[in-house]
């Protein structure tokens, strides 16, 4: 390497860092992702155990119930983002907390979790308490088959 090239590249590396860094916090104005809401519960399924509401709580709840708990970095875009989408999305598909309405993808529960679709990777890498063992997987499955039935 040429003694002219070593500071060109040191500058291109500054100005790399000082943009991604200005992105990032510009990127923080944008207001999608901090409806930080818990509705109100309205009402849990018929739970066949204690075991399977507790299993489903640890493994589920964050996405597919009103009692989210919403880590701190679910503020800073673009995780909030993501975040918020995959509340969003999990509250329409099934919501433990709003039994009292219909819940038409229920009969899938079992199925999702059977064949590992949930919970999501992503989010067990940062929830340990959603890393099911094989019994916990097994205990959960079975409890949301007798609950909904086996899915299709």
């Known amino acids: 390497m040429s003694p002219g090239r070593f500071p060109r590249f040191k500058t291109v590396v500054i100005w790399g860092f ?6 990032m916090l510009v990127i923080q104005t944008i207001p999608y992702g901090r409806d930080h809401s818990n509705p109100p519960v309205g009402q849990e ?17 964050d ?3 009103n009692q989210t708990n919403w880590p701190w970095y679910s503020n800073v875009a673009p995780a909030s983002w ?11 598909r099934i919501n433990f907390s709003e039994w009292d309405r219909p819940q038409p993808h229920a ?11 949930m919970p999501p990777f992503q989010y ?6 959603a890393r099911l063992s094989s019994a916990e997987r097994q205990a959960l499955i079975q409890g949301l088959e007798a609950m909904f039935g086996p899915g299709e």
């Open 124 to 129: 067990r890498l940062l929830h340990p308490g």
């Open 63 to 65: 996405c597919h119930s």
């Open 45 to 61: 399924p018929a739970w066949d155990s204690e075991q399977t509401r507790t299993l489903a709580a640890s493994a589920c709840f």
């Open 82 to 92: 993501l975040i918020q989408r995959d509340v969003d999305t999990g509250r329409q």
């Open 18 to 23: 000082v943009s991604v860094f200005v992105v």
């Open 107 to 117: 009969d899938h529960a079992a199925e999702a979790v059977q064949e590992g679709d």
